[in-house]
């Protein structure tokens, strides 16, 4: 059913998810179906809990769908299985399978409501089972009606699921595990502990590897999930995981973060209902301490069962709606995760009755919440803090226009608009145009204590140490040398201890010029060829040099004869956002009309230079030579601070 019907269907009983006439509107969409539902109904009419939790899963199951063709899906699943038969082959080999595969199952399968193909059989099946668990278990006795409802009595983990025997085939998984914990009085009932010994095992079951082919359609039947040897990602694995709790009784979801506020992409995670009331984050398929959370976040949403009718009222309000505020099953727990405040914003712009307010994400302005016009303002409840956001509107053709200036919401809660002040002028000295993240940061110590030698003997018996690098390795460095008055025939980089020699290019100037060019290079032995001496002088700041010796490996040039040297540029290993001598960057500041360029530059150092810059501004910093990644940043005491 499309889903301007569905919402039209959803509008009529909005209010509250619980009351009769919506759950009357599901059974009418159900069609044909219909049937199998009321057998449901009627099955439980002597069980009044019972019958109030299916009224519960019928009455909010629009919106839920999975996939038409179900047959030629679950072919699909088959085959995907059968790989598994192959694990001892080679991640190449084993790639070539799972494309074929792919390729083979290349037709779509449009969406079905599960309130068209849902048995009855099936859904009462799933009900029973997880009324076992809840009042006959161990480990959700803790929950009441409300909780049980979105925690443990679904009938799937996510969207396209199979219907298939998914409780039955994950009760006995990990088990024997689990069975002594009951007969411990520290652990006896206690889902914190059920869970931790699950997610101990589940390490260990989870298949180490990574095959990386997409097809048509996602894993979703559970068992099939659980074991391919294709890359599972966050949304896979905490699926998988989910499911496997709720076979044993133990209380989970999934929440999300749709965009990072200072980073690209989103972030997916599995919660635990403990006994204490409050939800424990873990990652799927990984150690239950192990949550990954911590960073700025601007907004945390919960996958629920229930329809949210605030999100059911958005979608009637007109067409015009970011996508991600277009599936109705989900509520906000931001306030569960970080410190929030209610931001009411005066627009200057103004389309349709809602607003949105967006983080940068990935080179665009990515909505992450909504706010309902009051006249000219609107307000925006329970935003995290530390990040810069943008008011945005939906114009009528489709497009997110800005509504009011950016503004960023500190740490304490203060509301700062960042606005360019034309009449005030700076000069930025920038060095990076992405922030180091944590998952490279731990590369960039490699070079500490490493040196910039010459010597006129090829051995380097009477090497002079020009330069010993000290600082951590996020931005490149330069070495002057207008004071050394010999000349060198051989120059190189010198290994810090156990650092491997992990340096990017070298870059040596005279009179202006990089004379770094037919010279032979000299240096220790890479066994790996992706690891080569020659990568520290292609001009490509991710490729680097590194030494299968931990120490005392180096890199460097035979100029053939002593020659003199005005500065020498180093580029660490890098993530490849540090300014690189020779690229081309243009610098970017944002007012009312949006992105304003402030000219570009080719780099001849290890930073670039713009001057006549707006004070206040917003800016962003594109190398026009190659990358993707880029950050937004205000610039405050000669320095770059990243949002």
Not at 464 to 475: D, F, M, Q, S
Not at 577 to 590: P, Q, S
Not at 604 to 631: I, Q, S
Request: net charge negative.
């Amino acid at each position: 059913m499309k889903n301007c019907v569905l919402l039209f269907l959803l509008i009529m009983a909005a209010g509250c998810t619980k009351s009769p006439s919506l759950l009357e509107q599901a059974l009418e969409i159900s069609g044909d179906n219909r049937i199998e539902l009321e057998k449901i109904l009627y099955h439980y009419r002597n069980e009044p809990l019972k019958l109030k939790a299916a009224q519960f899963l019928i009455a909010n199951m629009p919106g839920h769908v999975s996939y038409r063709n179900q047959e030629y899906v679950e072919k699909y699943y088959d085959e995907i299985d059968s790989v598994n038969l192959h694990a001892d082959l080679g991640n190449e080999e084993l790639v070539d399978i799972y494309k074929t595969i792919v390729a083979k199952y290349s037709e779509t399968s449009p969406p079905v409501q599960y309130l068209r193909i849902i048995s009855a059989a099936y859904l009462t099946d799933n009900i029973d089972r997880a009324f076992d668990d809840w009042q006959n278990g161990t480990w959700a006795a803790h929950l009441n009606f409300e909780e049980f409802c979105e925690y443990l009595l679904p009938y799937k983990a996510s969207e396209y699921q199979t219907l298939d025997n998914w409780r039955e085939y994950f009760s006995d998984t990990v088990y024997g595990d689990m069975f002594c914990l009951p007969y411990n009085a520290h652990y006896s009932r206690y889902a914190y502990w059920a869970c931790h010994t699950v997610q101990q095992k589940l390490i260990k079951l989870n298949p180490k590897r990574y095959i990386d082919v997409r097809g048509q359609y996602s894993i979703r039947r559970m068992h099939s999930l659980m074991h391919t040897l294709l890359k599972k990602d966050c949304e896979d694995s905490n699926i998988a995981n989910v499911s496997i709790l709720r076979a044993k009784g133990i209380p989970a979801m999934t929440d999300f973060t749709p965009f990072w506020p200072n980073r690209n992409l989103g972030h997916e995670w599995c919660t635990l209902l403990e006994n204490t009331g409050k939800n424990r984050p873990f990652q799927g398929l990984d150690a239950l301490e192990n949550s990954h959370i911590g960073a700025p976040m601007a907004k945390v949403f919960r996958r629920c069962y229930a329809i949210n009718p605030e999100l059911v009222e958005l979608n009637m309000s007109g067409k015009n709606i970011p996508s991600l505020f277009r599936k109705i099953h989900f509520i906000d727990v931001t306030d569960e995760y970080i410190r929030t405040d209610d931001i009411t914003v005066n627009l200057d712009v103004q389309h349709g009755q809602y607003a949105y307010l967006s983080v940068f994400n990935d080179a665009h302005w990515r909505p992450v919440h909504w706010g309902k016009l009051n006249g000219s303002k609107v307000t925006f409840k329970n935003m995290g803090r530390d990040a810069v956001y943008l008011p945005l509107c939906m114009s009528e053709e489709r497009q997110l226009i800005p509504a009011a200036p950016p503004f960023i919401l500190t740490p304490l809660g203060e509301v700062k608009p960042v606005v360019p002040d034309m009449s005030q002028r700076q000069t930025l000295k920038l060095i990076r145009k992405f922030p180091v993240s944590r998952f490279t940061s731990w590369v960039f110590k490699l070079i500490i204590g490493a040196e910039i030698q010459a010597a006129n003997r090829a051995d380097f018996c009477d090497a002079l140490t020009l330069h010993t690098i000290r600082e951590y390795g996020t931005e490149a460095g330069e070495i002057l040398l207008d004071t050394l008055k010999n000349k060198y025939r051989y120059w190189r980089f010198y290994s810090a201890p156990k650092g491997q020699c992990s340096v990017a290019e070298l870059n040596f100037i005279r009179q202006g010029k990089n004379i770094t060019g037919q010279e032979k290079i000299i240096g220790s032995t890479a066994e790996d060829k992706n690891y080569a001496k020659a990568h520290v002088f292609d001009g490509d700041p991710l490729t680097f040099f590194s030494s299968p010796d931990a120490s005392d490996s180096w890199v460097g040039l035979d100029f053939g004869e002593p020659v003199n040297i005005d500065r020498i540029l180093y580029l660490p290993r890098t993530d490849g956002n540090i300014v690189t001598y020779g690229d081309e960057y243009e610098l970017k500041y944002w007012d009312s009309n949006g992105w304003n360029s402030l000219g570009r530059k080719v780099a001849d150092n290890v930073h670039v230079t713009f001057e006549n810059c707006p004070v206040g501004a917003l800016f962003l910093l594109h190398d026009c030579t190659r990358g993707v990644e880029e950050r937004i940043f205000t610039y405050e005491n000669g320095k770059q601070v990243w949002w």
